[in-house]
RNA sequence: GGCCCUAUCGACUAAGGGUUCAGGUCGCCACCCUCUCAAGGUGGAAAUACGAGUUCGAAUCUCGUUAGGGCUACCA
């Protein structure tokens, strides 16, 4: 859910301006690695109307060779692995980056120490000097170990006690001094991949990336993503960091397992993990993609006015920068099913209509869409979601089977079975059995008869549906129609006695 | 621990120093409508984290405290 509001509102301000939405994936760590996570993205993306102008093709699949649309391509950047290591050199030469030569152990072994002497290791200017790196070691030693090791890495040489200062869309103006900062890895020889820094900084250059926006937990690296934009000497593009969505109860932020916990999907589709661990989506769960990308768009975003229904258009109009909070939302699944609800509201009846057919095949497959049209416009009100729709409807399409029993011991008894045979003489007779012909009729029946209204009615309900709850008799006799009412009355009251 | 971000009803948010005893939506409660249920209509309860300061005036600006979150990897 977050990944998705984050490409949402890089959609919506990509659309706004004119630009172009660019899917890039970023799978620099080899190591982690999970298969079917990319179609996963693209599909999920795709479902929700977030369409990427450059980086996948018609078909669906990422863009592996340049093209006129596609002119910055591969969009993979372990497809893009030649690329970094040039400009990884380039900073070395320039003396902005440096050759690191300890291991993973050693660097592991010092922070415990730190840590036992309740300290922090940093990387950086305090501690370079005394580590093996080509800052510290004779230059002869140094092209040995490139040349005949393979874990090493290229570190970024931190500036010592600058000032970083920094403007973000959302969040202002930003200062941090570099002595908090560490020499960030940029490159690692052991699978020749950059890391995130270097491989986003390159691509965003390379693919002329104007604005960023990205989650919040990408701020504190945004001091180190300046400083390599000014080592290359490049433009750097405009940064928006967007709070992150927190879980409904409690604190901290949303995770897989709040949705399991409190039963809403926190995936736009469901998941399946390579461990075989499944995770329910909205797509699955009977939202709408309009209703599910609506819902995004105002969590953590408002347009300022009342407004809170929006297409995806209307969407990249409203949308600014400017309007998004600062703050974690936490996300409210009732408020989720609230906007689906409307959307099943203003869905057209004929689209419904099919929908409806799909849900209960066999229950619709002799009944014409006129019919099944008047049941939905009258029930879906009734609905948050299209699927709960076939079983709060099956009573139009199926008589009863049986009689509920506490409705039958309230209304079946005095003179009320006496009553009815009455009511059935009626409707056998009056003409016509439309809506506005009963509304009118029935009541003015019953008061005539000096019959007692709430009775008579709701045991005629419970005749036909087999529950005294449920929508008003003018509809429900209406739409079941003559005969079908006839055929029920009669053997409700059979069956009753 | 260090660095950074954030702080208005239960939730999402509006109010950009005075037009606000803080507005809207979801949820909750009541009433109305009514043959029941739902829907709808009307109304209600419900918030500026705390403490200083600036100012004639602070939800709004400043500082501090508290709380929450993020980052602190050869992950993204």
């Known amino acids: 859910m977050g990944g998705v509001r984050t490409a949402l509102y890089n959609y919506l301000y990509a659309k706004q301006a004119g630009g172009d939405f660019i899917l890039r ?29 450059e980086g996948v093709d018609a078909d669906g699949h990422i863009v592996e060779t340049a093209s006129d649309r596609h002119p910055h391509a591969p969009y993979r950047q372990s497809q893009r692995k ?36 309740k300290q922090t290791f940093t990387y950086n200017a305090a501690t370079r000097g005394r580590l093996r790196n080509s800052l510290t070691l004779p230059a002869d030693e140094v092209s040995r170990l490139l040349e005949q090791t393979t874990d090493w890495t290229v570190r970024f040489k931190m500036p010592q006690n600058r000032i970083v200062a920094m403007d973000d869309l959302i969040r202002g103006h930003i200062e941090v001094n570099t002595d908090t900062l560490d020499d960030k890895v940029l490159w690692k020889r052991a699978d020749e991949l ?20 990205r989650g919040e937990e990408w701020l504190p690296s945004l001091p180190l993503h ?77 347009p300022g006015t009342e407004q809170e229904l929006f297409t995806l258009d209307e969407l990249a109009k409203a949308f600014s920068l400017e309007r998004v909070v600062r703050s974690g939302a936490k996300f409210n699944p009732e408020k989720a099913k609230w906007f689906n609800q409307e959307y099943l509201r203003m869905r057209p009846i004929e689209a419904l209509t099919a929908e409806f057919r799909a849900l209960a095949p066999e229950m619709t497959a002799v ?18 979601f299209a699927a709960e729709l076939p079983e709060m409807t099956r009573f139009f399409f199926e008589a009863p089977q049986a009689y509920d029993e506490a409705s039958v011991a309230k209304f079946w008894k005095d003179d009320v079975p006496a009553i009815m045979p009455q009511v059935r003489d009626f409707l056998a007779a009056v003409e016509p059995l439309s809506r506005e012909k009963l509304e009118e009729a029935l009541p003015a029946l019953i008061h005539e008869r000096e019959w007692p209204m709430g009775k008579v009615m709701n045991t005629l309900r419970l005749m036909m549906i087999g529950i005294a709850q449920g929508p008003a008799m003018a509809d429900l006799l209406s739409i079941l129609g003559r005969e079908e009412v006839l055929k029920r009355m009669d053997r409700a009251i059979k069956t009753l006695g």
């Not at 298969?35 to 693209?42: F, N």
């Not at 050199?89 to 120490?113: C, I, P, S």
């Not at 950059?194 to 926006?213: C, F, G, K, Q, S």
């Not at 009944?367 to 948050?384: K, N, P, Q, T, Y």
């Open 226 to 302: 300046y400083l390599l934009y000014e080592a290359f000497g490049w433009e750097r593009p405009a940064f928006a960091h967007l709070s992150l969505l927190l879980k409904p109860d409690g604190k901290g932020k949303l995770s897989k397992r709040d949705g399991d916990r409190l039963g809403f999907p926190v995936f736009p589709l469901k998941w399946i993990s390579p461990e075989g661990e499944e995770s329910r989506g909205y797509r699955e769960d009977g939202y709408y993609p309009e209703a599910f990308v609506n819902m995004l768009a105002l969590l953590g975003w408002n």
């Open 194 to 213: 950059p890391t995130y820094h270097l491989a986003n900084i390159v691509d965003d250059h390379l693919m002329e990336i104007t604005d960023v926006i």
């Open 25 to 53: 994936i970023e799978d620099t760590d080899s190591q982690r690695f999970v298969p079917g996570a990319e179609a996963y993205i693209i599909e999920a993306l795709r479902w929700c109307g977030i369409l990427p102008d």
């Open 367 to 384: 009944r014409s869409d006129d019919f099944i049209g008047a049941v939905l416009s009258l029930m879906r009100e009734r609905a948050h």
């Open 82 to 117: 030649p690329i970094y290591r040039r400009y990884a050199e380039e900073l070395v030469a320039k003396g902005m980056a440096y050759y690191a030569f300890d291991t993973a152990e050693e660097l592991g072994a010092l922070r415990a120490e730190a840590e036992a002497s």
